[in-house]
């Protein structure tokens, strides 16, 4: 999953970045409104984080051209303002949930992975599709009884499948939420992973749960597509 950062504290910034991308997603940052709205416009995140106080262009501002645009991407907002005035008028704005500052970071971690399964109409951590258990909290991989050894990468992209199980997803939407900004994009790179994860997880003499569909893209089988 990636990730947007708009926050101009950049001690602060470097810490969320790092502990992003620790548990496991790609993270672009923005040090102010502006650069932030120009991010959000141009590329595709999952969830972006939004610093109220910014330079350049205030994030209310930055949340509000967003919404007002159909950009529907999930927003959490960072606080100092803990007036309940000002949270409501963010709710009240389009913004999906709120961490007042000082916050504690194992929270917004937690925080950003609950927003990212609701937006994906996930209610519970762990994703079921066919006989495959994905523990979005542990990161763990379990098909049936048997638990899979999975590369970070790997566990990435089978996450990001078992979100949309039966919907096809292209090579391209895979690099654009599973790299930051700054990664240099090869298709080929997808075709390796998918690759190794299909030798992980078929079940011998079985269908390939994952499905690759020539020129579209590839899918996770639900036990009843034909």
Do not use: C
């Not at 994030?59 to 529907?72: D, F, P, S, T, Y």
């Not at 949270?87 to 704005?93: A, V």
């Not at 990161?139 to 048997?146: D, F, I, K, L």
């Not at 900004?181 to 994952?210: F, M, T």
């Amino acid at each position: 999953m990636r990730i947007l950062l708009v926050e101009d504290e950049i001690r602060l910034a470097t810490n969320i970045v790092n502990g992003m991308r620790e548990a496991g997603f790609a993270v672009d940052h923005a040090a102010d409104g502006k650069e932030g709205l120009d991010y959000a416009e141009q590329n595709l995140f999952d969830l972006i984080v939004l610093d109220l106080m910014l330079p350049a262009l205030s994030g209310q501002e930055v949340l509000r051209i967003l919404r007002k645009r159909k950009n529907l991407t999930p927003v959490l907002i960072l606080t100092a303002q803990e007036g309940k005035t000002t949270i409501i008028d963010m709710l009240n704005s389009g913004a999906d949930d709120y961490l007042a500052k000082p916050f504690d970071l194992g929270e917004l971690i937690a925080r950003i992975k609950a927003l990212i399964r609701r937006s994906n109409g996930a209610a519970s951590p762990k994703l079921q599709v066919a006989d495959l258990q994905i523990d979005t909290v542990l990161q763990t991989v379990n098909r049936g009884s048997e638990t899979i050894d999975v590369s970070p990468t790997e566990y990435r992209i089978l996450e990001y499948l078992a979100y949309r199980p039966r919907a096809v997803v292209s090579k391209k939407e895979l690099l654009e939420h599973l790299y930051d900004y700054n990664w240099e994009h090869h298709s080929n790179v997808i075709e390796a992973h998918i690759s190794n994860l299909r030798r992980k997880i078929s079940l011998p003499d079985g269908e390939p749960i994952i499905e690759t569909l020539r020129h579209r893209g590839y899918r996770l089988r639900s036990g009843d597509l034909t």
